[in-house]
């Protein structure tokens, strides 16, 4: 899958799906804050096709010194 947020494409992968949850591991980090919206893509027939779209409910600071 690839997600859209903001401006930034990234792959993701389905970790678990739970009620009307999903959550991804991202193979790269992203800069998003909590309530923001994003796009949920696929391939199909070689072309990215919108099938869907989530909010950022949670996530995990990483802080680079």
């Keep these: 899958l690839t997600l859209n947020v903001g401006s930034t494409k990234i792959a993701a992968i389905i970790r678990?799906?739970?009620n009307s949850k999903m959550?991804?591991?991202l193979l790269s980090p992203v800069c998003a804050e909590i309530g923001e919206k994003f796009a949920i893509s696929r391939l199909i027939?070689?072309?990215l096709r919108l099938i869907g779209?989530?909010?950022v409910?949670?996530?995990v600071s990483i802080i680079n010194n």
Excluded: P, R
Aim: charged fraction near 35%; glycine fraction near 14%.
């Design 53 to 55: 779209w989530g909010e």
């Design 57 to 59: 409910t949670d996530g």
């Design 23 to 25: 959550e991804f591991d």
């Design 16 to 18: 678990s799906i739970k």
């Design 45 to 47: 027939n070689n072309q």
